[in-house]
């Protein structure tokens, strides 16, 4: 969810460095008034990825990441949605200056201690999300052919 994003100001997507699979990223920025979206499509293989024939562009390093790409601004952000391919990846996104990325659910934590044992539990409630058929809907090339692509 970026409704609230600042406009026209960048987001960087980064990750770590892997072992095994180097994982690469696909994202779909959407933006614009809601009657009139437009949609930016992102498509980055890891540094030293062994997939240099998928003509993803390559990653680099940046802000303290060993992979890391540009997002552009644009006017009216709605959301940003990021898929691994290859192998899962935890992805961060951080905004741009002085930028701030609207909250994407609310933390909730409890501690219990009973003698000298202390337990604590974190759970994040996140705001809602798009179902993995929003990719479908949105790159259908049939009107007939629901979900297809």
């Not at 240099?52 to 644009?74: Q, R």
């Not at 609207?102 to 934590?109: A, M, V």
Request: net charge negative; with cysteine.
């Amino acid at each position: 969810n970026l409704q609230d994003y600042q406009n026209n100001a960048d987001a960087y997507v980064c990750w770590d460095a892997s072992t095994g699979e180097k994982p690469a990223l696909m994202a779909t920025f959407v933006y614009g008034d809601v009657s009139s979206l437009n949609t930016d499509v992102y498509a980055y293989n890891s540094v030293g990825s062994v997939h240099t024939d998928n003509g993803f562009s390559d990653a680099s390093a940046l802000l303290g990441y060993a992979n890391c790409f540009v997002i552009a601004g644009k006017p009216s952000p709605q959301l940003l949605r990021l898929r691994a391919v290859y192998a899962v990846v935890d992805a961060f996104v951080l905004p741009s200056g002085g930028a701030q990325l609207p909250s994407q659910g609310i933390l909730i934590e409890a501690t219990g201690i009973v003698s000298d044992t202390v337990k604590k539990v974190s759970v994040v409630r996140s705001k809602a999300h798009l179902p993995l058929q929003f990719d479908f809907a949105l790159f259908s090339k049939s009107q007939a052919t629901p979900l297809s692509n």
